[in-house]
């Protein structure tokens, strides 16, 4: 493993992506989705998804068969398919060269499992003849970290495996998992990002939730996961730098009223940390979160005078892979403008549960 | 991230378990080798062959919950909150000192609050899919077990995260909390685990043919499987120059820890990956395998487990193996809470000098051979401690801690 | 209780097969009634707790976890299960 060769990567960067997204599978659907403006959440067939919403944003025709194959697919759910899937995705970029160091190439996926599966595996316990006459073969799925390890027993990834969850956070925290990891010499190069499904039970849960005063956003779904590795790591592996990460921070706000302000504060110490000043933010992508906790969000950011890439409005709230879509756009953004590279470039969340975080990357 | 790496130590610990809640009830149920199974009541249990667990009927969550709502928090978010501010206390801090340093929190699980998710699906099943409480539906996310504790301790400058990395979850978040107040992100860590008893995961466990008819003998020859159990465990972490600028009393230093993946199955642990994961753990903490006192095993008292696992050990450390003892015998296997529950014991252990024992022992099994410490704790000299955690999916984490003596 | 076990009708023959060329993600002539599921399909301990499960609730009926050592191909299934639809 990576601890006993040497000295802790100094600079961590981001040397590939994948996304599953509602404008499909795959990069160029999603950078061509995002640059065209075009929304990507469209209306629910109600016989299919007994939801109390309209639209959401699903990934077009998404099959767990068709995209896996059948071979260990049969009670595999959708988050599971979903990360699973974008995993792949990541690793068919640069699949010879990680696989060699399996047991250094880790995974940190940003998940709250499905409720779908938890809820529907009680529902057989509850609805059967026996209480215990429930498919087993299931039961892993109602285990959280089951989209993570699946990800892992599918594409050999031995190095650390950790699920993390906090909101619309989910995905800055599952790259400041890696990041610690990283440093503290746990692995060499670990794919970081989150997914998300979209299910009935789901949507029956978020449309009660607190949105701020405001009525409920369409939801969406998908996963954006993120190679990341010392940049030393990445050249001498013949992959390229996209982006230096620059660091991340966070904060806890008690009341709504407060989220901007704690915000301001992680942008803050983000931009002093790499001795970048406010004016160096090329581009952020928000996480616009409906009702107050949007106001207060746009208030921390009213200081800063670079470009704002929407995202939340084009795909849905993502939930736990909301912040994960806004890293990728970031980095669709950059691919596709010269002008980004050596600036700066920010992306914040700010969670219903009261978590702030901002990232701050240099993209190459 | 520039400069030395920090020592880490453990300062104050909050648990709620079956055999104990608060760390001089726990730490007596430890040496009295006391046991928490009972019938359960948590659920309806109609139907079941047998159906006893580990479960906590003590609990009052506004003893403990004052910075908010009880009813705004699941029975794991509850957990975890009362056992952070037992941490906090018996740390010998007050809230605002908490407050005032940059800090992290992170809770790990297994369920988070699938107790909640069975009530709203048996709400379901019996009103229609329409019926719903919102109140209830609004707690059940995963994030809420940290968030929670934030909230109530009224925390701003922290980093919150829950990790629900199923049963080695604990030590998951024990190990991130270290690497954060090592490389000097934070100064204070309140880091462990939570879970609740829930219908959904003892029938899981049940149909796979894991739950024990009466109770859980790890390493027994007549082991048949698992209790499960309930509880949270929060350590509270600080940097060693913290911890002595205060004069604060230290039960362990954090030494390291080590992760691994097996890859290969959902459900059955890995030998070599267990293996290569102590490995790990040792090399982060900078110890031989000779220098463990002894091991906290994952555990659990079903066939596979125990056998896979002590081979495992035995790849380690070869012919001579450590004193292996685990916990679950006493307050069933708690999910998410086992491993940081069992850090909590270990770093008593540290402290007062004993090994817990292995309760509900008879005959061990010569596929398992280990001095499991069988039912009654031993005094022990003991200085470095080795805690597995093993979960679904292949997660593994290894904990080490040592004892920290002040003429080191 | 009686000694003479009524052998399975070719229906619920039929059904076993599929619930176990389901499980095992096998093709229904990859399976003969001896074929062994551990050593010839690859099938591990989870999968056969699912065929246990699965034919509970296909037939109703309720089958031992100590059943699974006669479990190890169609044969030993069709006589759990032809002794156990008898009780």
Known sequence: MAAETGAPPAELVISGWAVSSPYGLGRTAFAGGLASGRRAIAPLDGADWPVPYEEAGLIPGFDIKAVLGRKGTRSMDRVTGIAAATVGMLLEQYGAGLAADAESTGLVLGTSGSVQSIMDFTRDALTGDKPYLVDPARFPNTVMNCPTGQSAIRHTLKGPNVTVSGGA??????????????????????????????????????????????????????????????????????????????????????????????????????????????????????????????????????????????????????????AAFQLAAVLAEAEADPRLVDRLTLVTAVDRDGTAGALLLRPA | MTGARHRVVVTGLGVVTSIGTGVDAFAAGLRAGRSGAKPITAFDTTGFAYSNACEITDFDPEAWITGQSPDDLGRAAQFAVAASRMAVADAGLTEEQVRAVRSLVSVGTTDGESRDLDHLTGLQ??????????????????????????????????????VPTACAAGNYAVGY??????????????????????????????????????????????????????????????????????????????????????????????????????????????????????????????RANDVTEVGAIRQVFGEELPRTVSIKSMIGHTMGAASALASAACALALRDGFIPPTVNHRTTDPECAVDCVPNEAVEAELKVVQNNGLAFGGNNAVLVLGRWDTAA | MTTQIPALDDAARTQIKDIVCDILELELDEVSDTSLFKEEHDADSLRTIEILASLERTFGITLKQSELSRMVNLAGVHAVVAEAKAQ
């Open chain 1, 169 to 322: 956070a989910t995905a800055l925290l599952s790259l400041q998992y890696a990041s610690r990891l990283l440093r503290g010499g746990h692995g060499r190069a670990l794919l970081a990002g989150a997914a998300e499904e979209f299910s009935v039970q789901r949507a029956r849960l978020e449309r009660v939730a607190d949105h701020g005063g405001a009525a409920p956003q369409p939801l969406g779904e998908g996963a954006a996961l993120f190679l990341l590795e010392g940049a030393t790591d990445a050249r001498e592996s013949g992959r390229p730098v996209l982006a230096t990460v620059l660091g991340s921070r966070f904060r806890a706000f008690q009341d709504t009223a407060r989220a901007g302000t704690a915000l301001e504060a992680c942008v803050a110490d983000v931009l002093a940390a790499a001795g970048a000043a406010p004016d160096d933010v090329e581009l952020i992508a928000p996480g616009t979160p409906p009702g107050l906790l949007g106001k207060q969000e746009e208030s921390a950011l009213d200081g800063l005078t670079g470009n704002r890439l929407p995202v939340r409005s084009l795909v849905g709230d993502a939930g736990a892979a909301s």
């Open chain 2, 177 to 302: 909390g270290y690497d954060a107040i090592s490389s000097g992100d934070v100064e204070m860590a309140l880091c462990g685990g939570a879970d609740a008893l829930c219908r959904k995961t003892f029938t899981g466990f049940y149909r796979l043919g894991t739950i024990a008819p009466d109770v859980c003998r790890p390493f027994d020859a007549d082991r048949q499987g698992i209790l499960t159990g309930e509880g949270a465990g929060i350590l509270l972490m600080e940097s060693l120059e913290s911890a002595l600028a205060r004069g604060a009393r230290i039960y362990a230093e954090v030494l390291g820890y080590g992760l691994s993946c097996d890859a290969s199955h959902p459900v059955a642990p890995d030998r070599d990956s267990i293996a290569r994961c102590i490995t790990a753990a040792h090399r982060n903490a900078g110890i031989e395998a000779a220098d463990v006192d002894f091991i906290s095993a994952h555990g659990t008292g079903t």
């Open chain 2, 125 to 162: 099943v019996s009103g229609g899919d329409d019926v719903l409480d919102a109140v209830v539906a609004r707690r059940v996310w995963p994030g809420r077990l940290s968030a929670g504790i934030v909230r109530e301790l009224a925390l701003e400058d922290v980093e919150t995260v829950t």
